[in-house]
């Protein structure tokens, strides 16, 4: 059983469009991280939310925290072909350790 | 050169030969971290390391056994290569355990099992 579930795994869209990605789980989290990942490359951190509810931007990149503290999503404005690339959700489940739990993960695939 | 660290980069082997995979880490931080890397299954952690001289079991621990002897190097290794431990590996570091705080990965290996 996967405790994150991230939606879509796969999104090809033209450059210009919107896009959202999801995060779930049936799980508390303390917090929750995103990451993006390029070819070859170790994922580099996008984004920390602590507080339910909590909206955090980046650029075009959106982020949000559920209210429960159980999902997350990330929104993508006027998507870029530099948008490109595996996002991944992470976060460590309240009152669980300290571990952090990844999602499968999301690839993006950005077309001009 | 300042940041993390992860040698070799691409590794062939053959069942049941040991290997052991390299992570050095520059700003002292005091976690370190191995995550293996599959399609289907994301990043899953096998072992993590506090400090020098503590570590601990993740998520998929079998098969693998790490040291931290010093507190910038991290080396992971398989003693007896098996096909299932074809993957990619990624070592991370950060300055306290948590999803607080940054994880900082490398730029991974790439372990084929033959």
């Known amino acids: 059983t996967q405790l994150l579930e991230q939606s879509p795994q796969f999104l090809s869209i033209q450059e210009g469009e919107n896009l959202t990605v999801y995060c779930n789980s049936s799980?508390?989290?303390?917090?929750l991280q995103w990451y993006r990942q390029e070819p070859g490359e170790g994922p580099v951190l996008l984004v920390t939310?602590?507080?339910?509810?909590e909206v955090k931007k980046l650029k075009r990149l959106t982020f949000q925290f559920g209210d429960a503290r159980k999902d997350s999503s990330l929104h993508i404005t006027a998507a870029q072909p530099g948008d490109t690339g595996l996002y991944l959700c992470?976060?460590?489940?309240?009152?669980?350790?300290?571990?952090?739990?990844f999602g499968k993960g999301t690839t993006l695939s950005v077309s001009s | 050169d300042a940041g993390i660290t992860q040698s070799p980069r691409y590794k062939i082997t053959e069942t049941g030969r040991q290997v052991t995979l390299m992570c050095h880490q520059t700003?002292?931080?005091?976690?370190m971290f191995w995550y293996r890397q599959d399609l289907g299954h994301g990043l899953r952690l096998i072992y993590y390391?506090?400090?020098?001289?503590?570590?601990d079991k993740g998520e998929v621990p079998d098969g693998y056994v790490v040291s931290r002897s010093k507190t910038e190097n991290f080396p992971l290794t398989l003693e007896s290569a098996t096909r299932s431990q074809t993957s990619v590996y990624f070592c991370?570091?950060?300055?306290?355990?948590?999803?607080?705080?940054?994880?900082?990965f490398g730029p991974g290996t790439r372990l084929t099992v033959l």
């Open positions: 700003w002292s931080h005091s976690y």
């Open positions: 991370a570091s950060s300055e306290i355990a948590g999803g607080y705080n940054e994880q900082f």
């Open positions: 799980s508390v989290f303390s917090s």
């Open positions: 390391s506090a400090a020098a001289d503590i570590t």
């Open positions: 939310v602590v507080t339910g509810g």
């Open positions: 992470a976060g460590v489940v309240y009152q669980a350790g300290t571990a952090l739990i």
